[in-house]
Every structure is written in structure tokens, then in C-alpha cells.
């Protein structure tokens, strides 16, 4: 029980980040925050798989794993372009 909490607050939280830095995009228009809020979409959305597959789902013939890491890499990725992008333009 105490685990399936965890992940599922893990993924308010990070959807919460997202939706934050969203909005504070929308009002400022600095690129990072784009970016920023890209990777926690991402991020978000791989705490939802996490959730779907070891909560909701746990059946073992289904391993949303690959998923997953599709999804961190995506999040990973988003942000390193957004610093990538950023030093360009300096």
C-alpha cells in the first residue's frame, strides 16, 4: 500500500511542476521554463505508466518498463535540449 501512495504522489507532484511551469511560461515567455515544463510532462506521464504498471496493472506478463524509460529519456532529453538552446543563444 505504502508504495502505490508514494507513486501516485510522485505523479501529482511532478504533473503539479508541470502545470506550474506551464503557466509561468504562458506569463513570462522565458524559454527555459518551456522546456522545464516539457521534461516534467514527461516525467509525469512516466510516474503515470509507473502507476499503471505496478498499481493499477501488476500483471507480471506485462512489463510497461520499456515504456517507462522511453518516457525518462524523453524527459531527460527535452531538458538537455532546452540548456543546449539556451547557450546557443548567449
Not at 511542476?17 to 518551456?34: D, E, P, V
Given at each position: 500500500m ?18 506550474l ?6 506569463r ?6 518551456l ?5 516534467f ?34 524527459a531527460?532529453?527535452?531538458m ?11
Amino acid at each position: 500500500m505504502f508504495p502505490a501512495v508514494v507513486y501516485i504522489l510522485c505523479f501529482l507532484t511532478s504533473a503539479a511542476c508541470a502545470w506550474l511551469l506551464g503557466r509561468s511560461y504562458r506569463r513570462n515567455g522565458t524559454g527555459m521554463l518551456l522546456w522545464s515544463s516539457i521534461c516534467f510532462v514527461f516525467l509525469a506521464l512516466n510516474n503515470l505508466v509507473l502507476v499503471i504498471d505496478l498499481v493499477i496493472w501488476p500483471a507480471p506478463e506485462v512489463d510497461l518498463r520499456l515504456p517507462r524509460l522511453l518516457l525518462a529519456l524523453a524527459a531527460s532529453c527535452s531538458m538537455l535540449f532546452g540548456f543546449i538552446w539556451k547557450v546557443g543563444e548567449e
